[in-house]
């Protein structure tokens, strides 16, 4: 008779550990799943910013006088925003952002001239304006 126990005992010990596994394992893939799935949100916000500031930055070499403040709609349904272009001496600062399910992305861009050629001293994603 203790040996039927000992038997039933060992099972669920050993069934405890072997569920004790799974569940681990399913625990760290949901995890790596929303890791990934983050990433990718986080991509698209930047490469949306990052849209904005060239079209940002094209509009700038069309008219000198472009003043951003507005939103662009990319694909029907994303967005991102041109921020209102800023001066500063004779620089411009060209600021836009997107955001995407709670990951938003954000470029800075000094633009030292527009005309012949359009030259940059700096292009930053930045964490606040």
Do not use: H
């Amino acid at each position: 008779m203790k040996k039927g126990y000992i038997a039933l005992i060992s099972v669920l010990i050993i069934q405890a550990v072997i569920l004790a596994i799974i569940i681990g394992i399913f625990l760290r893939s949901n995890t790596e799943i929303k890791l990934a799935l983050g990433e990718q949100l986080s991509g698209k916000s930047r490469a949306l910013a990052e849209a904005c500031a060239e079209y940002a930055l094209q509009q700038l070499k069309n008219d000198s006088n472009y003043s951003g403040n507005e939103s662009i709609i990319i694909d029907g349904s994303d967005s991102c925003d041109i921020l209102p272009i800023e001066t500063s001496g004779s620089d411009k600062i060209v600021k836009t952002q997107s955001a995407v399910s709670g990951y938003t992305r954000k470029i800075k861009i000094n633009v030292i001239q527009i005309n012949p050629e359009m030259f940059t001293s700096y292009w930053n994603e930045v964490p606040n304006f």
